[in-house]
């Protein structure tokens, strides 16, 4: 076995996980068209598919709506509050110009197409403290590195007490080189280890290649052993997973997988019926009766179809236009899987049987997650957990820090009879202040970020109920 080696169920998810990246990007669509006669390999054969693979159209619903879906995450600023030595982030999470809500939004991305993402919070390797200078300017801060499930191939797991803890994770990438004219970029593979030791301190190994004739994987340097903001060894490694229903190293299911294949099976219906409108959608004329003299005297009197020429046939004989039937059984199934993937995506947005804790579950009200606001709720406590981790590099205080992605999606119209109604309730006693607060901030007539206290003091102060005017 060798740094390489690939989790099982990293083996048995890897190529549903490509197919949705794939038909969400739009990208290596000609993998996935069926090949017409495969056992015919003459170059007639591989020039007519080729024409039918660019003629096919391809649709890009997979994309839009999981643009869309991100979209109505993000239709409202997540609620952010990080401490003054963070407050970096929120421009540079990754020390790529990569901004905390770009961030966030990629996030949310990965676990609406595939259900799973890695997030990798690492400090830069100095030769000595780091000095105020150094932070400011940006030099020694904790960045965020995000990993797709495709990166992810091994990870192993122990128990620590009461807790299983993350034991070791292998991250796959590519890094540049520069090629040796000094101009040219290359890509080589690394891999990176990232454990604890026998003593449970947390180290970085970095593997590439060797360039022998084995090109085994070999250790590029020795161990690094990054230190908290204290000085001290972590003794957990600062990686999360995220997940489309829990937020651990265990493997969901990819959301988007349903959606694309069908996106994938629509663009072999579009390639079957473009085919079939390309070979026979144009009228062909046909004759009975034909022979050579027919032919000649056709030639010498310049009889041709079209421009009010007339053609003469032989006496009983019949000219005619022949026109195929429109190919309904390609465009029906075409229409079906539009309809079917309208339905499977607005699925995503309909409340389920998922609630998110045992205490919600439990309670009288549990909230009933639908896939999006449950990848909503997963990824905001996803992203809390990463800056935590950057607060313990920063020696910052966990207790600053929050950020909330709404899950609210749906806002329900209010219409003046319903207001009057919870107004009344309101005045009366019957519904609480935060409850009737929260109602007006989910149906956007109160600032969203009001807190019951202000809301409390603006209405002891003479502030106005909302205008009850039918226009």
Request: hydrophobic share 40%; net charge negative.
């Amino acid at each position: 076995m060798s740094v390489d080696f690939k989790r099982k169920e990293y083996e048995d998810n890897i190529e549903r996980w490509k197919m949705v990246r794939d038909i969400s990007q739009a990208r290596n669509l000609k993998e996935y068209l069926v090949t017409r006669n495969p056992h015919d390999k003459s170059q007639e054969n591989v020039r007519r598919n080729n024409q039918i693979f660019k003629r096919a159209v391809f649709s890009e619903v997979t994309g839009y709506t999981i643009n869309g879906f991100i979209g109505m995450l993000f239709k409202t600023w997540p609620k952010v509050d990080l401490p003054t030595d963070m407050q970096y982030a929120v421009k540079d999470i990754t020390g790529s110009n990569i901004s905390l809500y770009q961030f966030a939004q990629e996030l949310c991305a990965e676990l609406v197409k595939n259900g799973r993402v890695g997030v990798w919070v690492d400090f830069p390797p100095l030769d000595s403290d780091a000095s105020r200078e150094d932070i400011q300017s940006g030099r020694a801060v904790a960045t965020a590195n995000l990993f797709t499930a495709e990166q992810i191939i091994n990870w192993r797991t122990r128990q620590d007490g009461a807790q299983t803890i993350l034991d070791m994770v292998v991250l796959q990438a590519d890094e540049e080189v520069i090629g040796a004219d000094g101009f040219s970029i290359d890509t080589r593979p690394m891999r990176l280890e990232l454990g604890l030791d026998s003593a449970g301190a947390y180290y970085v190994q970095k593997w590439i290649k060797s360039e022998t004739e084995q090109a085994e994987w070999i250790p590029e340097e020795e161990p690094r052993y990054p230190r908290n903001g204290a000085g001290g060894a972590f003794n957990r490694i600062p990686f999360e997973f995220g997940g489309s229903k829990i937020n651990n190293w265990r493997i969901d299911r990819a959301p988007m997988y349903s959606i694309a294949a069908l996106n994938k099976a629509h663009f072999n219906n579009s390639a079957i019926y473009e085919d079939s409108v390309y070979q026979v959608g144009q009228v062909q004329p046909w004759m009975s009766g034909l022979d050579q003299s027919t032919l000649d005297l056709m030639n010498t009197n310049n009889m041709y179809v079209g421009s009010g020429r007339l053609v003469g046939v032989p006496s009983g004989e019949r000219f005619e236009f022949a026109q195929a039937q429109p190919n309904s059984m390609a465009k029906e199934a075409m229409d079906s899987k539009i309809d079917q993937m309208i339905g499977l995506g607005a699925m995503f947005i309909q409340p389920g049987s998922a609630v998110k804790t045992a205490a919600q579950a439990e309670g009288e009200q549990a909230v009933q997650h639908s896939v999006l606001s449950l990848i909503a709720e997963n990824a905001s406590e996803l992203m809390v957990s990463v800056l935590n981790h950057m607060a313990a590099f920063m020696n910052s205080s966990p207790d600053a820090i929050e950020f909330v992605i709404s899950s609210k999606l749906v806002n329900p119209r209010a219409d003046a009879n319903m207001l009057r109604e919870m107004i009344a309730g309101f005045v009366q006693g019957a519904i609480p202040m935060d409850a009737y607060l929260r109602w007006l901030q989910q149906h956007q007539l109160e600032d969203g970020e009001k807190e019951v206290e202000d809301f409390s003091a603006q209405l002891s102060v003479g502030g106005s109920m909302p205008d009850l005017d039918d226009d």
